[in-house]
């Protein structure tokens, strides 16, 4: 399993990045894949999910600011993070999804810092 996500870096408050997670190892047409993230001194936690048929759910700290989407031509997910805050600092991470439990394989997360 390799999951390899992208696009993090340096922004300012109230700016947007998007994310890239490629994933190979897993039957992605078929499995739900999550973003998930964890800032420094806390545990990770979900942030948005979406299944293979297109079904997303998020987290209520995303407040409509998330986007996540999938190609699964591409075995690729994103996340658009838009209105970035200072509380989105943290490493984002994607995982596959299933039962409410991420995959046992976390791959290199790609870190997201907002500063004021």
């Known amino acids: 399993v390799q999951l390899q996500a992208s696009g993090g870096g340096l922004v300012q408050a109230g700016e947007s990045l998007r994310l890239s997670c490629a994933a190979s190892g897993v039957n992605f047409n078929y499995e739900t894949m999550g973003w998930f993230r964890q800032a420094p001194g806390r545990q990770r936690e979900l942030v948005a999910t979406?299944?293979?048929?297109?079904?997303?759910n998020y987290r209520d700290f995303t407040m409509g600011r998330f986007i996540i989407s999938r190609d699964n031509a591409k075995s690729m997910v994103y996340l658009q993070l838009n209105s970035l805050t200072v509380g989105d600092t943290a490493v984002y991470y994607c995982?596959?999804?299933?039962?409410?439990?991420?995959?046992?394989?976390w791959g290199q997360g790609t870190q997201v810092t907002v500063s004021s």
């Open positions: 995982n596959t999804y299933n039962a409410y439990q991420p995959g046992t394989y």
């Open positions: 979406m299944s293979a048929g297109g079904l997303k």
